[in-house]
């Protein structure tokens, strides 16, 4: 098990973080025209002012490696666009704000996604099924950019009764909106998931055995045919958690929430380098760290991955 | 599609029959089966005609329509939908005829999602081909740098590729096509592996046919089914992508529109002009449903794991 995770983290997720740093570093490096290219009609003087604050006007290769020696110590570096603020101050500011949208809706859709799926297993063909399945193409189907204003057009344009966007410090009323938006398309494909492998595991001799014993169904389901049951959810965990993130940025837009998906964009659209290549670095590594535990999680419960 | 369906193998005459018994005993291609069994799918066929005039709309666009997709009216904003000035959809926030930008916006959500579809699967058929048919070192390689890739935050790098380089609408679909071929690959790959080994494979060597003709006759009419369902599959997101891009600024650019572009506006006039969101999202939104129900039901006719 020692020698799984070591080569998981060691041969796997640290090489590919050290391509992804350095891939990114050097498209932004190699771009036509440098981040201060808008800034037109600076005197040379400035302009070599400038590239020395921000290192450019060393050679790519000092610049690759102090970027690393800075990344290593956790350095994003200055933010291009907001001159007196660090990438850092900035990050430091969002992630909360993404993070407590994120962990809510991705509870939320784990919970619902699981009853919704395994409810449907257990009343496959009935009219249960056929509404769970049915709500759940539209959940995948519709996107995003779509869902969240008609549910603010609904909620708070028609009935007023919740804000149409704004965070405030995250009091629950301007949750429910983006929280709902964001995990709709999580409960539609956990319930698919749940769905298909609970009726697999239903089906199979061990549960044919449990149910010969006369054991209740509430039983048997808590006892034996959930825990295999979830395994294809659990290894579904990793890229839903990057979905949550990524799947913020429309919502953190639409509905005015300072987290890190607007801040991408905003330094997207304001050619803000610095502040992409961190945050694209930033996200990078937390997916490749977050699909690197799920496949230790996946290869504790199920042995059979550790011998690959 | 088309030219994919006139494979039709007919068996030769048999000698020794009456002509009536030579042409009811027809052999029932893989081709054929696929088309009986996608015929008897009513959720894709209805998607297919749907669809079809969804495209045909978008295709014939400004002729239906006297207004100009780019000519603003400054007394007409955000006007409701009337038939008698002839705004069908009603105007947007410059007074430009919504039906028309509409239907614009789906020629190019469209032109991106088939052409991106279409870089995605010409690299990854190849790539997985090439990685399944070479196998051994090669073959580990491939997949090695195809897993580096599966864990980049694909979506973020293409926004990174996109504030580079600016936001020319080719790039869109080179680089979200050049992002989604990943899947493919490796499907590809897998069906060209276990195809390899197949019995009728060895059976066809064993008769003395060439390796050449084994891939165009056996090996190539398999995987083609499967690259099909996906590629269907691969539009609406590739649609959605997009839309995605243009939704948040970072596609294609005023005066020209996409589906997404229109739901940004849209949603931003959401208290004055709710048409403005309204026909856009339900173009969008049907053209999606269609793609996916014609998938399904092209994957339930051709997928050969089902049978």
Known sequence: ?308 | MNTAFSIQPSLPPLPGLDDDLNASIRGRSLWADARRRFLRNHAALVSLVILAVIVSLCLLGSALSPHAYDEPDFGAMHQAPDSTTRHWFGTDNLGRDLFVRTLLGGRISLMVGALGALVAVIIGTLYGATAGFVGGKIDSVMMRFLEILASFPIMFLVILLMTLFGRDLWLIFVAIGAVSWLDMARIVRGQTLSLKRKEFVEAAHVAGVSTTRIIIRHIVPNVLGLVAVYATLLVPSMILFESFLSYLGLGVQEPATSWGALLEQGSKSLEVAVWELIFPAGFLVTTLFCFNFIGDGLRDALDPKDR
């Open chain 1, 1 to 308: 098990m020692l020698k799984f995770i070591l080569r998981r983290i060691f041969l796997e997720a640290i090489p590919t973080l050290l391509v992804l740093v350095t891939v990114t570093f050097f498209l932004i490096r190699l771009a036509p025209g440098g981040p201060f290219s808008s800034e037109m009609n600076v005197p040379p003087e400035v302009k070599a002012a400038i590239e020395a604050k921000y290192q450019l006007d060393q050679p790519m290769s000092v610049q690759y490696l102090n970027y690393l020696t800075d990344l290593a110590r956790g350095d994003l570096g200055p933010s291009f666009k907001y001159k007196d603020f660090t990438v850092n101050e900035l990050v430091n500011k969002a992630i909360p704000v993404s993070f407590k949208l994120g962990i809510v809706a991705f509870l939320i859709a784990l919970v619902v996604g699981v009853s919704a799926g395994v409810a449907a297993a257990l009343r496959q063909n009935t009219w249960i099924d056929y509404s769970v399945m049915g709500v759940a193409m539209i959940g995948v189907v519709l996107p995003n950019f779509v869902l969240a204003p008609m549910l603010a057009l609904i909620f708070a344009v028609w009935f007023k009764i919740l804000p149409a966007g704004g965070w405030e410090g995250g009091q629950i009323q301007f949750m429910v909106l983006p929280v709902a938006v964001l995990c709709k398309h999580y409960i539609s494909v956990i319930a698919r998931i749940t769905r298909g492998s609970m009726i697999e595991v239903l089906g199979s001799p061990f549960i044919r055995t449990a149910r010969a014993k006369g054991l209740p169904m509430h039983y048997i389901l808590r006892r034996h045919a959930l825990k295999p049951a979830m395994l294809p959810v659990v290894s579904y965990l990793g890229p839903a958690f990057v979905g949550v993130i990524t799947g913020s940025v429309v919502v953190e837009t639409f509905f005015g929430i300072p987290g890190i998906g607007q801040l991408f964009i905003n330094g997207a659209l304001n050619r803000d380098y610095s502040m992409v290549l961190g945050l694209t670095i930033l996200i990078g590594a937390l997916m490749i760290t977050f699909n690197a535990v799920v496949d230790i999680l996946y290869g504790y419960i199920d042995p059979r991955i550790r011998i690959k």
